[in-house]
């Protein structure tokens, strides 16, 4: 099924060509390649990852402990070739301990700002629900602006800027529930699961690679990151792809089960995965399956249930899946 693409874009900022998704391709592949001599088995997730990083998002990994978030999130920083940095969440962390903040430099009398862990490429923020609230949202400046405010000066973090974000499951013993505010800064939401079969038994294997984020080859560089994701931003997406993602994000506001449905920042969030997924398959527009592929995922967390339908036993995830099952994709244009 394909979706007739228009021709219009600026001749200042063109829509990439095949030549640029192709190339695009190419790199989507290495660096799956890359992680994945860490992570064994779980290409779909670490795809997933690539499109929130291309699509200039941050990324949630949900999953009880020994699952590989941290190795993933890890084995990304790597591949992307830039400065990784690591925060251990605990319940005594302070926001300062992630931002930075500003000392007295005792040498010339001179305040200065010490910058935190927050000024890196990739950020991995692990068990970021076993802060308080406090410290959670001291990311939520830097995750959405890109900057760091401290004492009214502001600090922008490298470009690019991912926060891989691990987080355990909600009930086990000394986790905090992140609220709704933050969930909404991360693009998408995943889980690694357990392994199945053949791959567990090749990461117990002695000699295997899994879990060894050091082999893991630089396979780009920050600066080819950046601009590659500008050029997929401008990615053609038809109409009728548009009014397919409008009309999702609608039904899934009146399910009488939601609470709080997905906002407009939601579904643009959506089309802008789905101009990354879409040039990684090698093409230069959307079709429906690339938003059956990606709806889950991206709004999933940003769908909050009634209490009544939580104790019933009901996902915001059975829910966006319902709501792709009853609305009618867009049908190519005929002859």
Not at 57 to 78: F, I, M, Q, S, Y
């Amino acid at each position: 099924m394909t979706v007739v693409t228009s021709s219009h874009s600026s001749a200042a900022s063109p829509a990439p060509g095949e030549t640029e998704i192709a190339a695009f391709g190419r790199l989507h592949q290495r660096l799956g390649d890359a992680v994945e001599t860490a992570v064994h088995g779980k290409r779909g997730v670490i795809d997933l990852a690539l499109v929130s990083m291309f699509a200039g998002g941050h990324v949630l990994l949900e999953d009880v402990p020994g699952t590989g978030k941290t190795t993933l999130a890890r084995a990304l920083g790597k591949a992307l070739g830039g400065e990784v940095r690591r925060v251990q969440f605990t319940p005594d962390l302070l926001p300062s301990d992630v931002t930075g903040t500003t000392v007295f430099d005792p040498r010339d009398g001179q305040i200065r700002f010490r910058p935190g862990p927050v000024f890196a490429n990739v950020v991995l923020a692990d068990e970021i629900n076993r802060a308080a609230a406090k410290t959670q949202s001291a990311l939520l400046e830097v995750m959405q602006e890109r900057t760091v405010t401290v004492d009214g000066t502001g600090h922008a973090v490298p470009s690019p800027f991912v926060v891989i974000a691990t987080q355990n499951p909600v009930d086990l013993e000394g986790t905090y529930r992140l609220p709704e505010a933050q969930l909404d800064r991360f693009l998408v939401r995943t889980s690694l699961g357990y392994p199945d079969a053949e791959h567990e038994i090749e990461v117990l294997r002695p000699g295997s690679t899994a879990g060894h984020v050091d082999d893991v080859a630089a396979v780009t560089t920050p600066a080819e990151v950046a601009a590659v994701s500008a050029q997929l931003n401008r990615l053609h997406v038809a109409d009728p792809i548009l009014r397919y993602v409008r009309e999702i994000g609608v039904a899934v506001r009146r399910d009488p089960r939601v609470r709080i449905g997905v906002s407009t920042r939601g579904l643009k969030a959506l089309v802008g995965c789905l101009q990354v997924y879409a040039a990684a398959r090698g093409r230069h527009y959307v079709v429906p399956s690339d938003v059956q592929r990606m709806a889950e995922p991206v709004l999933a967390h940003r769908t909050v249930l009634a209490r009544d339908a939580v104790l019933a036993g009901h996902s915001s995830a059975d829910v966006v899946h319902e709501v792709l099952d009853s609305v009618q994709p867009p049908q190519p244009d005929a002859g």
